[in-house]
């Protein structure tokens, strides 16, 4: 009798730690499937570093619409939260490929720029220029380079970042398209 309970037993704990088992397996894998829907949901996208503005003024021309540069540096947190929190999100949007040209630019970088006239210039002596005394910041412009709002300097507030950047790029979408009627 007591060899029939423990057979009983045994086959008991066997089918549990098997159910057991395949119930891991079932979460570990709808785990995968859900990582998968994931990554294809939020595209990966790379901010565009302002190498040619002259270009990149030119398309703004072309299609009314301001250039937002994003004035960053190395190590800088607050600019990784601008980026990746603000910036990225409007570049996965479609509907935004016809309201901003979005550029990045490293004023701790080495690398040089081709201004809006076409001149290249050392991007130290571009951002003194935008008068850039802290990061990040960002400014929109027209196609000429001139700034069409004012600039959004860190990040005063987190809740409102995303509605002042929108904001600001809407009206100077606006301005731009209304100096173009005249």
Same mark, same amino acid.
């Given at each position: 009798?007591?060899?029939? #309970? @423990?057979? +009983?037993?045994?086959?008991? =704990?066997?089918?549990?730690?098997?159910?057991?088992?395949?119930?891991s397996?079932?979460i /570990?894998?709808?785990?995968?499937?859900?990582?998968?829907?994931?990554?294809?949901?939020?595209?990966?996208?790379?901010?565009?570093?302002?190498?040619?503005?002259?270009?990149d003024?030119?398309? #703004? @021309?072309? +299609?009314?619409?301001?250039? =937002?540069?994003?004035?960053?540096?190395?190590?800088?947190?607050?600019?990784?939260?601008? /980026?990746?929190?603000?910036?990225?999100?409007?570049?996965?949007?479609?509907?935004?490929?016809?309201?901003?040209?979005?550029?990045?630019?490293?004023?701790?970088?080495t690398?040089?720029?081709?201004?809006?006239?076409?001149?290249?210039?050392?991007?130290?002596?571009?951002?003194?220029?935008?008068?850039?005394?802290?990061?990040?910041?960002v400014?929109?412009?027209?196609?000429?380079?001139?700034?069409?709002?004012?600039?959004?300097?860190?990040?005063?507030?987190?809740?409102?970042?995303?509605?002042?950047?929108?904001?600001a790029?809407?009206?100077?979408?606006?301005?731009?398209?209304?100096?173009?009627?005249?």
């Open positions: 009798m007591f060899s029939q #309970a @423990s057979t +009983k037993l045994k086959s008991s =704990l066997w089918l549990i730690a098997v159910a057991i088992l395949s119930f397996l079932v /570990e894998g709808s785990a995968k499937d859900l990582s998968k829907q994931a990554n294809k949901r939020v595209p990966d996208v790379t901010l565009k570093k302002a190498t040619n503005l002259a270009s003024a030119h398309d #703004a @021309s072309e +299609k009314q619409i301001p250039v =937002l540069m994003f004035f960053s540096m190395n190590h800088c947190p607050y600019c990784i939260e601008v /980026e990746e929190d603000y910036l990225k999100p409007m570049l996965r949007n479609t509907e935004y490929d016809d309201k901003v040209i979005i550029r990045k630019i490293k004023i701790d970088g690398d040089d720029i081709r201004d809006f006239t076409g001149k290249e210039r050392d991007v130290e002596e571009f951002s003194d220029e935008y008068n850039i005394s802290i990061v990040p910041t400014i929109l412009v027209d196609s000429k380079g001139k700034k069409i709002a004012p600039p959004i300097k860190g990040i005063t507030n987190s809740h409102y970042y995303s509605y002042n950047l929108d904001k790029i809407d009206q100077s979408t606006q301005r731009i398209r209304t100096l173009a009627r005249r």
